[in-house]
């Protein structure tokens, strides 16, 4: 069992009743946010990149909760020396933490921090948790690879961006969905600013179209994988 929490944005909570991890939790002034950081408890946050809509509030939850960063080496390297725990993967990697496996995916995407700096390369995560795994595809745009990533695991829940302009549009996401072949789809990185607005309507019926179960989660709301 897996419980995946949708925070807004690309940041989602899971929770497999003993453990927490949360993934890109962009909160503080994220106009679609409801809840902000000091409500996560977390001890994990997964990083798919630097840009401050995906890091967000990392560096206060891993601080209160004495909590580990997972992301590529030169973020995490950059993490570690000013004082934020993090642990240092590489694209193609997977690692066995005290909660599960994470395995980092290429993403086609930039990743610097606010001052510019280069931060390494953007990624998804393939992360298995409570007997499931969800891919998270980070931002990023369409690639063919995603079909090796559903071949080598058995994904149960693809996040996938849908915003466009930064990301894959909608199109690009249900062939995406194609490519990774999980029975569930759930849409991130849309409707945060006007110029991500999509219509999640036309992503669920295109979904349902190829096969394949959209789940269009409101701000807060929880999708339980059983
Ligand atoms: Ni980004
Ligand atoms: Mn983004």
């Known amino acids: 069992m897996l419980k995946i929490t949708y925070l807004s944005h690309s940041g989602f909570i899971l929770d497999d009743g003993a453990n927490q991890v949360v993934i890109d939790p962009f909160l503080s002034g ?41 992301t590529v080496n030169e973020f995490a390297n950059y993490l570690n020396s000013i004082g934020c725990n993090s642990h240092a993967m590489g694209i193609g990697g997977a690692h066995m933490f005290p909660f599960g496996r994470v395995k980092l995916t290429i993403a086609h995407h930039g990743s610097s921090w606010t001052n510019g700096e280069y931060m390494g390369n953007p990624v998804g995560a393939v992360i298995t948790m409570g007997g499931k795994t969800i891919y998270h595809a980070g931002d990023t745009g369409l690639f063919l690879d995603m079909k090796l990533i559903g071949e080598r695991d058995k994904i149960d829940a693809f996040l996938t961006p849908i915003g466009d302009n930064f990301t894959m549009d909608i199109d690009d996401a249900v062939k995406a969905a194609e490519f990774v072949n999980a029975e569930y789809v759930i849409p991130m990185h849309y409707n945060t600013y006007p110029l991500l607005n999509q219509n999640t309507d036309d992503f669920a019926e295109k979904i349902r179209a190829i096969g394949k179960k959209p789940i269009v989660l409101d701000v807060g709301e929880t999708f339980i994988l059983k």
Do not use: M, S
């Open 30 to 70: 994220n106009p679609k946010a409801q809840i902000d950081y000091t409500q996560i408890q977390a001890k994990y946050v997964v990083a798919t990149h630097a840009h401050n809509d995906h890091f967000g509030d990392t560096l206060e939850i891993i601080r209160q909760n004495n909590g580990t960063v997972i």
